[in-house]
């Protein structure tokens, strides 16, 4: 999976995932220099900060070329053939084309999402140039590099722009063209403030895409998929999208995430609780009663829950079911609530399931349209319906002040 790499016919240079590690190469036939990194970087919810500083001129082999990752220095490589001294590189080579995201083959594209990306031209930078450890937390994080000397070639993508992705922002101009992204494909998920998605590493039978924010489920069997952010306590919304017409059997809500949803749906456990697309139903336990309007093709359910009082509500297409009400959900009223007196003894997650049958979620930042546009009361999120008072969408930053 490359994150950037340069290509004249079979002789390539990138730096990308291999696996689980992290792999920086040049081949012509056979390796000029590669590195594989021992360590494994598996979390599929989490942003990384790479940063590779190259310069064949220095005498010490070790020094020619530097992996950094959020910050430290990666010294621990399977493999490690070095560069020669003055070698040239094809970074920047007229002869050679630059992909983001892809090596110039149809089937091998980063499949993840990319905040930014900085090509510096004449220099060997460290990544203090690019980031720093915050003070209170100690994570790393990013800085601004707009003042930065990018060099002739050099170019900064902030992906700010959602009708050119592809604009340089560092003056000179190295624009890169745009292929199969809309500007629907520009996520508010950031490395400063990361929404929940779908998690691919608690269910490898499903099918994940748009960013692990859509599941299908080909399967004649049930199966469904956490967030990757659970919470257990605060106030907490989402929305779900039941895509699929010719399949009902679809269900969202929410589980403990020691539910693992193998074969299971939403509801099917005494500790998931769910709203039903073949009929509009509440599911607890493998127990069925009526509760809602059975939602359609492209309806969207609206997901609040309550982990402060254990209270969970359901809407389809702008109307809370069973004659509830936003005030009455904003007053923590439970009298219409699809379930209350749900136990917080341990964490819940945002769920889907579905048999045959495809969803998309949307825990703030969306991977289909949206015609309307709400925020949550700290102004994150775009969702299709207005998020109740005091509820939030599921992100680090909110999860770091209510969950």
């Not at 990384?48 to 064949?56: G, Q």
């Not at 070329?65 to 920047?92: A, P």
């Not at 699809?338 to 048999?355: P, R, V």
């Not at 045959?356 to 979620?361: E, R, S, V, W």
Request: hydrophobic share 30%; charged share 15%; glycine share 10%.
């Amino acid at each position: 999976i490359r994150l950037m790499s340069v290509r004249n016919g079979n002789e390539q240079e990138w730096i990308g995932f291999d696996e689980n590690d992290i792999h920086i190469s040049r081949y012509n036939n056979s390796y000029v220099y590669r590195y594989i990194t021992n360590r494994k970087f598996r979390d599929p919810s989490a942003f990384y900060h790479v940063c590779v500083a190259m310069d064949s001129e220095q005498s010490t082999a070790g020094n020619r070329m530097k992996l950094y990752v959020n910050g430290v220095q990666e010294t621990s490589f399977s493999t490690e053939t070095q560069i020669s001294e003055d070698y040239n590189t094809s970074w920047n080579t007229a002869s050679f084309t630059n992909y983001i995201g892809n090596n110039g083959n149809s089937g091998d594209y980063y499949d993840g999402y990319m905040s930014e990306v900085v090509l510096i031209d004449g220099q060997q930078l460290d990544p203090t140039s690019f980031g720093e450890f915050d003070e209170d937390s100690g994570i790393w994080k990013p800085i601004d590099v707009s003042g930065l000397t990018f060099g002739t070639n050099g170019f900064y993508l902030d992906f700010e722009n959602s009708g050119s992705l592809g604009a340089d922002v560092s003056g000179n101009g190295n624009n890169f063209t745009v292929n199969n992204l809309t500007a629907i494909d520009q996520s508010t998920d950031t490395c400063t403030n990361n929404f929940a998605t779908f998690n691919p590493l608690g269910k490898a039978n499903l099918t994940y895409a748009e960013g692990n924010t859509k599941i299908t489920n080909s399967s004649g069997a049930h199966n469904g998929s956490l967030s990757t952010l659970a919470v257990n306590k605060g106030k907490w919304y989402y929305e779900v999208k039941f895509i699929d017409g010719s399949q009902t059997r679809s269900m969202a809500g929410i589980c403990k995430v020691t539910d693992n949803l193998d074969n299971e749906y939403v509801g099917d456990t005494a500790n998931s609780y769910g709203y039903f697309r073949a009929n509009g139903n509440k599911f607890n336990n493998s127990t069925s009663s009526s509760y809602g309007t059975t939602p359609s093709n492209n309806s969207i359910i609206s997901v609040a829950f309550d982990a402060d009082n254990g209270t969970l509500w359901f809407g389809l297409n702008g109307t809370w079911q069973n004659s509830a009400t936003k005030s009455e959900i904003e007053a923590g009223t439970t009298t219409n609530s699809a379930f209350s007196s749900i136990t917080m003894d341990d964490f819940f997650a945002f769920a889907c399931s579905g048999e045959d049958a495809t969803c998309q979620a949307n825990f703030g930042s969306p991977s289909y349209a949206i015609s309307s546009g709400n925020t949550d009361g700290n102004g994150y999120g775009n969702f299709e319906y207005a998020v109740p008072n005091g509820y939030y969408s599921l992100n680090s930053k909110n999860l770091a002040e209510y969950g």
